[in-house]
């Protein structure tokens, strides 16, 4: 998961807006090369994994705190439970995004051996599968052969063609550790608060009164808040997804809240 290059939310916006002069402004070779360096720093480079570690943090752990409450149990149990997820929810995420990370990596470097080992052993068949390609983006006679013969004069070029045209692999250099660490470290963090009140009211009992309420307008601001910095990664509106964030994790709390109290005899 990438985030969105400030070129191409501006391209986004002009378009939204039919705004000409400042698309052409996006387009221009300046425009297009500083976007290509910027990208190649991987500047923001984890902001996906700590945008969405974030909002699940912040919405699994509330719906527990939710889900004890409308269970009528002590705010001991809030915190032993909120913890518990916190804790263990974070680590599967944290590992689950590694894992995956590092499974794509390691699907990836194959398939390049494969494409080398191929085009070392049968340049011919390669190329063809590369003429097929372009013959399909409408190249034909002189400027497809230009084209294939281009393109496959230099080796490195030639498998990263294959590597994207044909299989449809866009490699990534993140090391998979740092995207589950930064996963970890969000979900983590965003995730405390809807317990920091509870936390609080140990030392200052004239705030347990008040702990679920804060709980409940601390996590609503929190949750629009990060769902608005998706606008990062999807490019959508950022209020527009603040409020979808905010909707989806209080139906999250409702249903939580509901499903205790319904089962609050069990306790």
């Known amino acids: 998961m990438s985030s969105i290059s400030k070129r191409l939310l501006g391209a986004i916006e002009a378009y939204k ?9 996006l387009h221009s070779s300046g425009e297009i090369r500083n976007a290509y360096e910027e990208h190649k720093t991987e500047s923001g480079a984890y902001l996906g994994e700590m945008v969405y570690g974030a909002l699940d943090g912040i919405v699994t752990t509330f719906a527990v705190v939710a889900g004890v409450k409308g269970a009528g149990l002590s705010s001991g149990v809030v915190l ?11 680590l599967s995420m944290g590992v689950g995004g590694y894992l995956s990370k590092k499974s794509q990596r ?21 190329k063809e599968e590369i003429k097929e390609i372009y013959r399909r983006k409408g190249f034909s006679g002189a400027d497809l052969d230009h084209v294939v013969e ?11 063609i294959m590597m994207q045209e044909e299989l449809g692999i866009m490699e990534e250099n993140k090391p998979p550790f740092m995207s589950g660490l930064a996963t970890f470290i969000s979900f983590i963090v965003a995730g405390f608060i809807p317990l920091l009140f509870f936390v609080l009211a140990l030392g200052l009992p004239g705030l347990k009164q008040y702990s679920f309420g804060m709980s409940f307008l601390l996590t609503g601001i929190a949750l629009f808040t990060v769902g608005s910095l998706r606008v990062l990664v999807t490019g959508i509106k950022w209020w ?3 409020l979808e964030m ?3 994790g209080g139906l999250t709390a409702l249903g939580a809240y509901l499903i205790g109290y319904f089962l609050q005899g069990l306790a």
Do not use: M
Request: aromatic letters at 10%; glycine letters at 10%; proline letters at 2%.
């Open 106 to 126: 390691e699907f990836a470097r194959s398939e390049r051996q494969r494409e080398l080992w191929e085009i070392e052993n049968y340049p011919e068949g390669e």
């Open 17 to 25: 807006q039919k705004d000409v002069g400042a698309s052409k402004r």
């Open 80 to 90: 032993i439970l909120g913890f518990a997820n916190l804790v263990g929810d974070g």
């Open 240 to 242: 527009r997804s603040g």
């Open 150 to 160: 281009t393109l496959t004069s230099d080796k490195a070029r030639w498998i990263n």
């Open 246 to 248: 905010l909707f989806v």
